[in-house]
């Protein structure tokens, strides 16, 4: 099998960085424009030796502004366009976020979480960054976050992400941590024509046509088709809030108009994109509630309460973002109290915290080191004590 | 005979004539400088299909609205990665820039140097009206020393940049600086640009009569453009750290011209892998 | 004076000097007066009427109706795109 090929079929053990990396040349990545970061650095390494063998493009940029800047500029020019970051780059991308956001380019950025706030411990765990990649840029709007707890994961939630961007015209994050960049895991990469791609919408109207509104979405998913730099649309593709036409229009009712789509676009189709794993839960009177490398550690501790016969059960977030706050309500009406473990002092447990009135019992720590099973398991002993 | 009325321009094939008139104060050099690059678009043999305009925040930067040719009206500063991006992606794409002085060299100053450092094939054209015009008129990178603005009532106390000197040093293939006056030798020099392989860059003084004359006595638009047209002297040869504008001294004249235009390999990320004979 | 008159191009006979026709669109003009201060043969001047936004848009001077050399400077310096000029060919002024 020589590196030139695009999918490397067969069963392999993958770090988690190489894991992504792998994950984008098997999506069909395109561009990839990036800065080093521990511990994020793996992915761009193994992506600047497989993309150009295959004559895709991989630019090392000057700092991760230009990295997101450049994903939005090469996503509106046609490519599949990733990203790969920690914390501190990823804050350096939030304003260019929003341009994507605004301009609704498909693109992808894996953060690869360590130890936080600010340059934290670079070289360790931390899964601070959860509520930074739903609300870190400024403004209203949606996004899409997975959450892999393995390296296998991390290959699948990357062909994911892709194929939910352009599905859905926005950005996609894959919330993976160092635990997952950094172990080394069996990972099968399936057959090339195995691997599913979701096509971005294209419009009916041809270049040229001066009826084509750029930005008007005719279609129940609040989707418009895109057209890409050089097609002969000559479209304006504006940062600032704009209409059906792409033109400014920095005025109350279309901005309303234009920022109601765009948030709608995503939370009137939640549905057709939430995704989680449950494991337990269907008699449990307890629920764990975990997600990314955590939620290995919260399985061994779910396994072992059971053995001891306290009926808990685990929801695995998938997709972190949207939040599957109809599944809360809905467990909140079986269970007597949620326990969340996450290696930060409390982020996705307040999303929790608005869906039910049950007690939430976090079990939290800054980061650094993995989440052992047994805080866990004992927070669950002590739920089901007092319950 | 007597001036005749019409309803159209025949520069109006390279705009969106629906959002005429634009939003530039009476006097802006940001009209002519566009009137220049619209002309150079028309004439240089590229179909507009394959022209790019990419732009950041301010004045300036609302140029690529205006064209009649694929337009990004990006973030503050970050005009040229994005540039980079469609360049890289779409390699027979006419990628321009078309921002300000503060836009590209204040906020956006760390992706010039390396977009000019990698020569990425773009043009780069730079309206320079000495002051962050669209925000109220602010000191700025290259506001000369002791003039006034917002946020240095008393006198800049900073150095301008050199911008010529700047692009030349980083690696720009072809540098040159004209003004808004000095539209003829302006849009050959686009056209020029626009033939090169490889990162130009263009530095348009432009009169700001609003955000920069009114704070620094000069009476209008026409008075600040008569000022190019007394202190302006052209010279393609000049020596380069010569270049700096001070307008407190009235023995140093604003020096033009195409100073710098050579030829070197532009960016190809896929450079190393044809050496391999892949 | 004969040393002067002799100092002329010798194809000036050949040679005339363009004419132009002055076209414009007074809704664009913001009243700038570029193209008026920089005409080289000062054919504009500021008319006393105004357009629907108060400016004084530009129109041919009196007596200077047919001195426009269509240099098309005001046409390239216009921020505007509000004025530009046509060259009158040959065939128009036989008529």
Redesign the interface.
């Known amino acids: 099998m020589s590196a030139e090929e695009r999918v490397l079929t067969g069963s392999h053990f993958l770090l988690g960085d190489h894991a992504c990396a792998e994950g984008a040349m098997a999506a069909g990545c395109d561009f990839f424009a990036g800065y080093p970061i521990t511990p994020s650095t793996e992915t761009p390494e193994r992506l600047s030796r497989r993309m150009p063998a295959v004559g895709a493009i991989f630019v090392q940029m000057e700092d991760e502004l230009a990295s997101m800047s450049a994903l939005v500029g090469a996503s509106l020019a046609g490519a599949r366009a990733m990203s790969a970051t920690s914390g501190p780059g990823f804050a350096l991308m939030l304003e260019n976020i929003g341009m994507a956001v605004m301009m609704e380019a498909p693109c992808v950025v894996v953060n690869i979480q360590r130890g936080a706030p600010s340059t934290g411990l670079p070289t360790l765990v931390g899964q601070g960054d959860m509520m930074q990649c739903r609300w870190g840029s400024h403004g209203d709007y949606e996004i899409v976050a997975y959450s892999p707890s393995s390296p296998q994961e991390a290959f699948d939630h990357v062909i994911k992400a892709f194929n939910t961007a352009d599905r859905w015209r926005i950005p996609v994050f894959v919330m993976a941590d160092e635990l997952i960049g950094h172990m080394t895991e069996r990972v099968v990469i399936p057959p090339a024509d195995q691997i599913p791609r979701v096509e971005r919408k294209r419009p009916r109207h041809k270049p040229g046509d001066e009826s084509f509104l750029p930005f008007l979405a005719e279609d129940e998913d609040l989707v418009p088709p895109i057209v890409h730099a050089g097609e002969g649309y000559r479209v304006n593709y504006d940062s600032l809030t704009h209409d059906e036409k792409g033109y400014p229009a920095t005025f109350a009712d279309p901005h309303d108009r234009l920022v109601r789509r765009l948030v709608n676009k995503i939370r009137l189709h939640v549905d057709q994109i939430i995704e989680y794993e449950e494991i337990f839960l269907d008699d449990a009177e307890l629920a764990v509630i975990a997600y990314g490398s955590t939620a290995r550690s919260a399985r061994r501790a779910v396994n072992e309460a059971r053995k001891e016969g306290i009926r808990v059960g685990l929801l695995r977030l998938i997709t972190v973002w949207p939040f599957p706050g109809d599944k809360v309500r809905e467990l909140s009406k079986q269970v007597k109290a949620f326990v969340m473990p996450e290696l930060n002092l409390g982020q996705i447990s307040r999303e929790v915290e608005r869906f039910t009135s049950l007690p939430v019992i976090g079990v939290n720590h800054a980061g650094g080191v993995m989440m052992a099973p047994y805080p866990i398991l004992d927070a669950i002993k002590e739920v089901n004590k007092n319950a | 005979?007597?001036?005749?009325?019409?309803?159209?321009?025949?520069?109006?094939a390279v705009?969106?004539t629906d959002?005429?008139?634009?939003i530039?104060?009476?006097?802006?050099?940001?009209?002519?400088a566009t009137?220049?690059y619209g002309?150079a678009i028309l004439e240089s043999g590229i179909p507009?299909?394959?022209h790019?305009c990419?732009s950041g925040?301010g004045c300036t930067a609302?140029v690529?609205?205006y064209m009649?040719?694929?337009?990004?009206?990006?973030?503050h500063?970050?005009?040229?990665?994005?540039?980079?991006?469609?360049a890289?992606?779409?390699p027979?794409?006419e990628v321009t820039v078309f921002s300000g002085d503060g836009d590209l060299f204040g906020i956006g100053g760390?992706?010039f140097i390396?977009a000019a450092r990698r020569n990425v094939d773009i043009n780069v054209i730079c309206i320079n009206n000495f002051n962050y015009g669209m925000t109220g008129g602010q000191v700025g990178p290259t506001t000369p020393l002791g003039a006034r603005a917002t946020t240095a009532p008393y006198g800049n106390t900073e150095p301008p940049f050199n911008l010529p000197y700047l692009a030349a040093a980083t690696g720009a293939v072809f540098v040159a600086r004209w003004t808004?006056?000095h539209?003829?030798q302006l849009?050959e020099a686009i056209l020029r640009a626009m033939q090169k392989k490889g990162f130009t860059f263009i530095e348009v003084l432009s009169p700001c009569p609003v955000g920069f004359g009114s704070p620094n006595d000069i009476g209008d638009?026409?008075e600040e453009?008569?000022l190019y047209r007394e202190r302006c002297v052209v010279d393609h040869n000049a020596y380069l750290p010569d270049l700096e504008i001070d307008l407190r001294r009235k023995d140093k004249p604003f020096v033009m011209g195409n100073f710098v235009d050579i030829e070197k390999a532009p960016f190809d990320?896929?450079a190393?892998?044809k050496n391999k004979g892949? | 004076m004969a040393a002067v008159l002799s100092r002329q191009p010798l194809d000036k006979a050949t040679i005339s000097i363009p004419r132009g026709r002055i076209y414009i669109i007074p809704e664009r003009c913001k009243g700038c007066r570029f193209c008026i201060d920089f005409c080289p043969r000062d054919v504009l001047v500021e008319t006393s009427e105004m357009n629907a936004k108060g400016y004084h848009y530009p129109i041919v001077a009196e007596g200077k109706e047919d001195e426009c050399i269509a240099c098309q400077f005001c046409s390239i310096l216009c921020p505007e795109f509000a004025i530009y000029t046509e060259e009158i060919v040959e065939e128009e002024t036989a008529k």
């Open positions: 005979m007597r001036e005749t009325v019409v309803e159209s321009h025949p520069i109006d705009f969106r959002r005429l008139p634009h530039f104060c009476p006097g802006c050099g940001i009209g002519p009137h220049a002309q507009k299909d394959q790019a990419v925040i609302r690529p609205g009649d040719v694929d337009s990004y009206h990006t973030t500063g970050r005009s040229i990665p994005f540039a980079m991006a469609i890289v992606v779409k027979e794409m760390n992706h390396h808004a006056l539209v003829r849009k638009a026409i453009v008569w990320p896929l190393m892998m892949e």
